[in-house]
């Protein structure tokens, strides 16, 4: 029997989806690609429910290692962000193996932190870029089918437009960056153009993280940022006086990185996809 | 002509004062020591205003090194906390001379970024504990006073129950001692007992927070951690599942540290004094 389809695995690290969700995930690819539509295999644990996460951590990390470490799926996609990546990454690092490697891993948002994990631990097929729970925004088909055109036939579209060949880059959303620093999952981005988003942080914390982020004696290293949408940013009391952009170009200027202008990345259906690394199509070594 | 009154210097770091509160502090603080009542000077930067800020970065910065190497200055208050203090700390630390040293520093919270690296740089005399703007909460009285009686006398019951000579503590807000790991104002705590507080953050940042400093190679060389008030923590959506305190003892078992116990810290005004590391009254050496 022949295997023409691409294969996806989707999981939950942090916060659960609702089975509707997989169900108009897979119509939409169905569509999509109606000759050879990929494999949705969305993992039960997905719709599991343990407090606040998709499952208690022991199911998570289970689930991650299972679909990562699956000779019969291609991809693995995370269903969402929400909260709870980080509290699973020791367990996931620990049981992936050489098959795990083989495979694209895609997400955004608290995905970051499973991704820094695996970065740091040499995986070269990772991005950052939509997820199925952006079908809930308004117009979010348009994300979901960058996500599948990028994991199915690894469509140069879908990339963010200044990602090249010349820089290694990464994405990260700019808090849950921040919350890894000094951990074991910081990543070493030495050498790369860092892309940042942020979603619903008033300014101060914006300003409070990137004070984090370019203080980082690593991050010092990086060949530049560039700031993604920070949006919906809450009102500040008082005004903050400075805007996103102006506060990137400030702790840049003050850490001596440089800040190379804005990035087509955040939480929205314009979302692009960015490799981290200098991206490699699945069967290129 | 004589001295005898003690002297403190009121700044603000973060965020800005009405000179209405000034007043207020120094009217409490004539009430309480009517003999002798401590000069409250509080640096009209305490009033200036900058975006979000008490001023400019440079304002901020000068009117902190001025008052800590003031030679007619017993301490060195925190007017209040807000956001701030990280932004002007490798100025203050590039300012402060010998002089600076002899004095006894006050203040939490957003603090906790100049306390922390104030602390890596030697200082002895520093403390977690209430500020002026305290005064604005109801019953807010009985924490200034707690202060005052510390600063100006040493009160051994304004501290923390626990504070012992036994072992070095520290206190610091969850959120802003996280977003200080992997930066240079990183404070080296192996062997001190670590009180916590947390004011209106969501349980899943309480626990991201947790993540991050109980994952931290230095954090885990703590003698403990103490759990101070979180409070109030705005609604979890979906309910987080685990109380504070069980969060705390959660990271705490995983990482290795002693999980010791409550703390009487917290942004109310119940909050008492901790010394950072063996606190030295002024005077001693």
């Given at each position: 029997?022949?295997?023409?389809?691409?294969?996806?695995?989707?999981?939950?690290?942090?916060?659960?989806?609702?089975?509707?969700?997989a169900?108009?995930?897979?119509?939409?690819?169905?569509?999509?690609?109606?000759?050879?539509?990929?494999?949705?295999?969305?993992?039960?644990?997905?719709?599991?429910?343990?407090?606040?996460?998709?499952?208690?951590?022991?199911?998570?990390?289970?689930?991650?290692?299972?679909?990562?470490?699956?000779?019969?799926?291609?991809?693995?996609?995370?269903?969402?962000?929400?909260?709870?990546?980080?509290?699973?990454?020791?367990?996931?690092?620990?049981?992936?193996?050489?098959?795990?490697?083989?495979?694209?891993?895609l997400?955004?948002?608290?995905?970051?932190?499973?991704?820094?994990?695996?970065?740091k631990?040499?995986?070269?097929?990772?991005?950052?870029?939509?997820?199925?729970?952006?079908?809930?925004r308004?117009g979010?088909?348009?994300?979901?089918?960058?996500?599948?055109?990028?994991?199915?036939?690894?469509?140069?579209?879908?990339?963010e437009p200044?990602?090249?060949?010349?820089?290694?880059?990464?994405?990260?959303?700019?808090?849950?960056?921040?919350?890894?620093?000094?951990?074991?999952?910081?990543?070493?981005?030495?050498?790369?153009?860092?892309?940042?988003?942020?979603?619903?942080?008033?300014?101060?914390?914006?300003?409070?993280?990137?004070?984090?982020?370019?203080?980082?004696?690593?991050?010092?290293?990086?060949?530049?940022?560039?700031?993604?949408r920070?949006?919906?940013?809450?009102?500040?009391d008082?005004?903050?006086?400075?805007?996103?952009?102006?506060?990137?170009?400030?702790?840049?200027?003050?850490?001596?990185?440089?800040?190379?202008?804005?990035?087509?990345?955040?939480?929205?259906?314009?979302?692009?996809?960015?490799?981290?690394?200098r991206?490699?199509a699945?069967?290129?070594?």
């Amino acid at each position: 029997m022949g295997r023409t389809e691409f294969r996806i695995g989707v999981v939950a690290p942090g916060s659960r989806i609702e089975p509707a969700l997989a169900e108009k995930t897979r119509a939409l690819a169905a569509s999509l690609f109606p000759d050879a539509p990929p494999e949705l295999r969305f993992h039960p644990q997905c719709f599991r429910s343990s407090g606040h996460f998709a499952g208690e951590d022991g199911e998570r990390a289970q689930a991650f290692v299972d679909m990562a470490n699956d000779a019969g799926l291609d991809a693995v996609w995370f269903a969402r962000g929400g909260y709870g990546a980080c509290r699973i990454a020791e367990r996931v690092l620990a049981g992936v193996t050489d098959m795990a490697r083989r495979k694209v891993y895609l997400g955004y948002s608290d995905a970051g932190a499973l991704m820094a994990g695996l970065y740091k631990a040499g995986f070269a097929r990772l991005a950052h870029g939509p997820m199925p729970v952006d079908l809930t925004r308004s117009g979010g088909a348009a994300a979901v089918a960058r996500a599948l055109a990028f994991l199915v036939q690894g469509a140069p579209d879908a990339l963010e437009p200044t990602v090249s060949a010349g820089a290694p880059t990464a994405a990260f959303n700019i808090t849950v960056l921040s919350h890894l620093l000094g951990t074991p999952l910081e990543p070493d981005l030495a050498g790369h153009v860092l892309m940042l988003e942020e979603v619903a942080e008033p300014m101060y914390r914006i300003d409070r993280a990137l004070f984090q982020i370019t203080s980082h004696p690593g991050m010092r290293r990086l060949a530049g940022i560039r700031l993604g949408r920070c949006s919906p940013i809450p009102p500040n009391d008082p005004d903050f006086g400075q805007s996103e952009a102006q506060i990137v170009a400030y702790w840049c200027e003050r850490s001596g990185i440089p800040y190379l202008g804005r990035a087509d990345i955040g939480h929205d259906i314009d979302n692009k996809v960015v490799p981290f690394g200098r991206y490699m199509a699945a069967g290129e070594d």
